[in-house]
């Protein structure tokens, strides 16, 4: 089974090597990872993000599933690229796990970074914006998109020291790709 193993890893100062450290995870129990910073791009060119991009969806298309580490980036929610990723699988049928290194509740991570207040029953940002409150780790589509083709959201009982370092929350998920690879 090949894997895309996507998140915002890729933005790490030592990107390469949690990248080798995902893929020999995944080799250990039998699967092949696919990290999107294997791909061969000329980041010089000037269509590199084009690159990029269609190098990303081309990995996704050969792999068979996604491993998306939805650990928020630079706010309260998963990195968007990210999610695209996870979209794009789900719209394919493929089988999708992610995890999130934060287990905290998606309105209470906003409450983190802007005031949220309760406003005739709901949770209202400053800009009286309603603030998703179904008591799920990120935004209801991503949850359920995990549930309904693959498994669900993988969260360590509490936050480690460091969220972008700490694999046991992905290899919880590679455990489970190589439970479905021998059931099948």
């Not at 969806?57 to 068979?64: I, L, P, Q």
């Not at 949850?143 to 929350?169: F, K, N, R, S, Y």
Request: contains cysteine; proline residues 5%; glycine residues 8%.
């Amino acid at each position: 089974m090949k894997i895309y193993l996507a998140g915002p890893d890729v933005f790490l100062p030592d990107a390469h090597e949690i990248g080798r450290q995902k893929v020999a995870i995944c080799a250990r129990f039998g699967l092949t990872g696919l990290y999107p910073l294997d791909n061969k791009i000329d980041v010089t060119a000037a269509d590199a993000s084009r690159q990029i991009f269609c190098g990303n969806e081309a990995m996704m298309d050969e792999a068979d599933a996604i491993i998306a580490n939805l650990t928020p980036f630079r706010g309260a929610g998963a990195d968007p690229g990210t999610v695209y990723e996870l979209g794009y699988m789900a719209g394919r049928g493929k089988f999708c796990l992610a995890y999130s290194n934060d287990p905290a509740v998606y309105a209470d991570r906003v409450g983190r970074f802007i005031d949220v207040t309760s406003e005739n029953g709901r949770l209202v940002d400053a800009q009286g914006l309603t603030v998703e409150d179904f008591g799920l780790v990120d935004n209801l589509m991503m949850i359920h998109a995990l549930e309904l083709h693959g498994c669900p959201l993988v969260t360590p009982a509490q936050m480690p020291v460091d969220v972008w370092h700490d694999l046991a929350a992905f290899e919880a998920c590679v455990r489970m790709a190589a439970a479905r690879l021998i059931a099948t």
